[in-house]
């Protein structure tokens, strides 16, 4: 237990690392922004799609993280015809990165929504202005939501990704604090530093991932996790921050689809220990009571099909509302790193090909 309480994973000032190793097919950019260069990482479509059009997938990494988590994912859905696309925030992968005292203090949900946006922007222009499918994980999820409620940008299909909740995520940090009795002593003993709550493999472990991934996975992961975090990215997100119907409303294509498909995903890991089943169920009740509304005031023209199950690996897949959701067996909170990734991308994939 006392092995946590360590400063060698802990940071306050950038440390010179090597840019993140690519895998086969990725390519880096850094697109310019009026704070800084920000890295977008790249997997062009490997083979023509059965779709005459394919939508861009553009993923957006959570707390800590950076594009460098989704590179399974870049392969996996290049290799199927679809173009891709990771960013990397301020602060984290190879982006720029500002100090410490800047990063933690001084940087908001709003600033890391403009990375966000200017990606989004940057992809949709070198994909000829087409609308892209939005998949963000975690607090990058809570994010897309932020920026589709404060109507940036339209998207085709949206992804919540193990996602902090529009609602706000109270429940998810008491989670956190149930999982690690320890937290605020450690956060004291570290001197309130933000990557306290992470700060060993054991903890990533515990909050992260399932039992059955690697030691030696997790302590890669651990080497890659930002140097420090923002405080002012979850506290914008502890309370409500959303309107759902404004969300929603930003998702074009509603009514489109004859096979009723819904363009709202809500994917969650079966083992995930803080985005737990009560919390990803409160949201996906979120969004389809806010369809339901739009619906019922001709705000959305398409038909509202009661909740009920659908086949799917782990038998707990539901779809209603204009919202599917899916679960990822034996998968935790990271569950595009964990031992089951490839089930979760393959769920992902069912629902972009009926948007």
Request: include cysteine; aromatic fraction near 12%.
């Amino acid at each position: 237990m006392f092995d946590t309480f360590t400063f060698k994973w802990l940071f306050w000032r950038t440390p010179k690392r090597a840019l993140h190793a690519l895998p086969a097919g990725v390519e880096r950019f850094f697109i310019d922004t009026p704070s800084g260069k920000i890295e977008v990482l790249f997997a062009a479509a490997a083979s023509p799609s059965s779709k005459s059009s394919s939508p861009p997938l553009i993923f957006v990494h959570g707390g800590m993280g950076g594009a460098w988590v989704w590179h399974e994912y870049l392969q996996y859905f290049s290799a199927r015809g679809i173009p891709c696309y990771a960013v990397s925030m301020r602060g984290h992968g190879d982006s720029w990165c500002p100090s410490f005292l800047r990063m933690v203090y001084g940087t908001t949900k709003s600033m890391l929504a403009d990375d966000v946006v200017a990606a989004i922007r940057w992809a949709q222009a070198r994909e000829g202005g087409e609308d892209v499918v939005l998949v963000a994980h975690s607090s990058g999820g809570g994010l897309a939501q932020y920026i589709l409620s404060d109507r940036r940008v339209r998207v085709k299909g949206l992804v919540l990704a193990a996602a902090v909740p529009g609602y706000g995520s109270f429940g998810v940090y008491m989670n956190w604090f149930r999982l690690d009795p320890w937290f605020s002593f450690r956060m004291i003993f570290h001197g309130w530093h933000p990557n306290s709550p992470l700060s060993h493999p054991v903890l990533v472990r515990r909050v992260f991932f399932s039992d059955e991934l690697a030691d030696g996975d997790v302590e890669k992961f651990q080497q890659k996790v930002s140097p420090f975090e923002s405080f002012l990215w979850p506290l914008g997100m502890s309370s409500p921050f959303v309107r759902p119907q404004t969300v929603l409303q930003q998702i074009a294509g509603w009514g489109s689809v004859a096979t009723k498909g819904q363009r709202l995903l809500i994917l969650r890991g079966e083992d995930d220990k803080i985005m737990d089943r009560v919390q990803m169920e409160k949201l996906a009740a979120f969004y389809r009571n806010a369809f339901t509304g739009l619906v019922a005031d001709k705000k959305v023209e398409s038909e509202d099909e009661d909740v009920h199950a659908i086949p799917g690996e782990g038998g707990q897949d539901s779809v209603g509302h204009g919202v599917r959701v899916s679960v990822v067996p034996k998968a935790g909170h990271h569950l595009q790193n964990d031992v089951t990734w490839e089930v979760g991308a393959r769920k992902l994939l069912e629902f972009y090909e009926q948007l």
